[in-house]
């Protein structure tokens, strides 16, 4: 059984297209995280989600929205997609424990290409 | 946010030997996590330390944490093509759920 799920695995698009990359995840964790990761695999959290409230909310481009229709999903819409959007994007998921231990699940990633 | 060194940033070894991996920062973490990641996956959990000074084994893997919780390292002893793939370090920030990643450690072993 799939933990954590993307879709699509690859997308290719133009600039100045919306997309939306869809995560999924059956673990029953109450929090899920988006990540970015560059050509050079620096690893940076882009937003996270706890029952369903946004807790995080780095420095991204606003382009960038999420949204959490429910605890097992959070899904990731870009607008106006730009060539430095180009990277891998992870979604993960972890769940809150009382010693406050926050061990991360990772998807298979989704490989954007913008051109 | 707290920032993670690692490094070295590339390691090429051969079949058998021994290499270790840092993980430093200035900052105190509640808990440290190493992660590997191959090519086309995500990366996937090898362990959590906790606690100041803890050493957890993970078959030839020896993951230790600093007495501060500051930093960490990672020693593979007689590695194998197997072992092959990013390390990636992760501290838990103090104040909530934030994993900060360092800049991962590309590892080949050559057979």
């Known amino acids: 059984d799939t933990a954590v799920s993307q879709t699509p695995k690859y997308l290719v698009t133009q600039m100045g297209n919306d997309k939306s990359i869809k995560c999924e995840q059956n673990?029953?964790?109450?929090?899920m995280y988006w990540y970015k990761q560059d050509s050079k695999k620096f690893l940076k959290i882009m937003f996270s989600?706890?029952?369903?409230?946004?807790?995080i909310n780095e420095t991204v481009p606003n382009r960038f929205s999420p949204k959490s229709p429910d605890k097992a999903h959070l899904n990731l819409h870009i607008n106006s997609l730009e060539l430095g959007d180009s990277a891998v994007y992870f979604c993960a998921s972890s769940q809150t424990w009382t010693s406050g231990g926050y061990e991360q699940y990772f998807g298979p990633g989704t490989r954007l290409t913008v051109t | 946010t707290q920032l993670l060194e690692q490094s070295p940033q590339f390691l090429s070894i051969q079949e058998g030997e021994n290499l270790t991996v840092y993980c430093n920062s200035s900052s105190v973490f509640s808990s440290l996590q190493w992660y590997r990641q191959e090519p086309g996956e995500g990366p996937v959990l090898l362990v959590t330390?906790?606690?100041?000074?803890e050493v957890k084994k993970l078959k030839r893997l020896t993951f230790q944490f600093g007495d501060a919780r500051k930093d960490s390292s990672l020693h593979i002893t007689a590695a194998q093509p197997g072992d092959t793939g990013l390390y990636l370090c992760a501290g838990q920030e103090t104040s909530g759920s934030r994993l900060t990643f360092g800049e991962g450690t590309q590892l080949t072993v050559n057979p």
């Open positions: 330390v906790v606690t100041g000074g």
């Open positions: 989600y706890n029952n369903k409230e946004l807790i």
């Open positions: 673990l029953g964790h109450d929090t």
